[in-house]
């Protein structure tokens, strides 16, 4: 046979951004061997009817934290449900020490069903040489820190990435950043920065995040871009101002998760009641069963209940109120799904009343989200050329950007709300990536390119995951290919490893 696989009648959105076209794509072994009108059928094994879908390069989700999981197995299969075949991990600031070991871990353990790039953490170096220490490193430290990237670097890490609002990213100053960074040039590797600040200090944040990649004089991502709290909405444009801006000097982009909740945006008792134990994954059930054991007592007592009370008031407050929060678990199931306000109105309660007694009435599993970005002001940076596409995925966790980031795109911002062409959204997903990480031969539909497909249906493509069922799979992904392997076979995952781990080119 001349081909593995050909793909029929298809549309095909090439991933440069020029108008789609209908065409035939034939795939031997690896690698796509022909795109062109009227491939016979003889001509392959596999054939594939693509009337009426989409065939577009295989999604490269530039930002997630796979890392922190993977070793864990069994492989998570909601990348590739969404049409992700290339992922970066490592990001803000986290990641393995050493890629080549990672690399090999992973291979021996859960195999790759995408494929698999990293980053190294600022924060992973910092803690490796001085811990948790609250202080700028010694000149020692310093120059045990470069080598240590450098080391990562060799071992094919794209580039560094910080996270500066967590410890100990949080503790370096702005000419510790620029030392490191400076060992980047050298790769012509990237520096991508979850800023110092997301919030009330947006603006200095991105200055620094400008500062330290034109000292260097490397490639600036901006991780996960946006603007957090009410009282700070407005200034999206002037951050895009400033990067672009910059991009008269040195290379700029970003990348967006399309969502108005952020991360920190899950309000459980730990959020809403002083003193109760922090939710995560090592939380104490005998802590948890404690705190809410006081909380009970707190709430029956005029003098202590006052103190809950206004406290969660000034919380809701401080946060544009009761309407931007979305309430994801509650005791009153028809309240789930409300915002606060709403639920307040259906409930005949005050809102911080409503909060403390579905607690009470909950055994503590009562939960809202809250909406901390302004959907208009995301859209305006989705609309900027250089912004891409990032879940800033966490296996596991509340968010449902992890299982629908790049259907939601498809599907709320593109086919609903016409924010993005069909072809500029792929472009954003594919080719942007690929150039701006550097996987050549990847993130486009061409003749000797690898055959990372997705084929979807561009009317019913969706986003199912939300904050009540974050782990929900997105519909309308039917086929994707990993070098040239189908992962997902008409909507259903396959038991296939094909990915491979993409290091550093050059
Ligand atoms: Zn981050």
Known sequence: M???????NGKVIDGTGRPGFFADVAIKGK????????????????IIDGTGLVVSPGFIDVHCHTDWSILDGPWDDHQERQGITTQVAGLCGTSPLSPEEHFRDVLQGTGLRTNYALMVGHGTIRKSMMGDAERAPLPDELRKMKYLAEKALDEGALGLSTGLIYAPGTYSAT?????????LRRYDAIYATHMRSESDAILKAVDEAIEVARHADVRLQISHIKVILPRNWGLGPEVIRKLEAAMKDIPVAADQYPYTVTGGGFYGPSRLVKGWPVENRESDPDKESESFARFER???????????????RSLLDERGGPRQFIIVRAKTQRIVGMTLDEA????????????LEEILASGGQFAMVYEGVYEPEMIEFMKRPWVMVGTDGVPGAFHPRTHGTFPRILGRYVREKNVLSLEEAIRKMTSLPAETFGFS??????????ADLVIFDPETVTDKSDFVRPHAYPEGIKWVFVNGTAVVKEGQPVDAYPGVPLRREN
Do not use: M, W
Request: aromatic share 4%.
């Open 441 to 450: 031969g990847r993130g486009r539909i061409a003749k000797g390119f690898h």
């Open 298 to 312: 707190d709430f029956r007592a005029p003098k202590n209940r006052e103190e809950l009370t206004s406290h969660v």
């Open 175 to 183: 000419e510790e950043l620029k030392e490191l960074a400076a060992v």
């Open 2 to 8: 001349k081909y593995d696989i050909l793909i029929k």
């Open 344 to 355: 307040s109105d259906a409930l005949d309660a005050p809102a911080e009343i409503l909060c």
């Open 31 to 46: 690698t796509v061997a022909s795109v062109k009108q009227n491939i016979p059928s003889s001509d392959a094994s596999l």
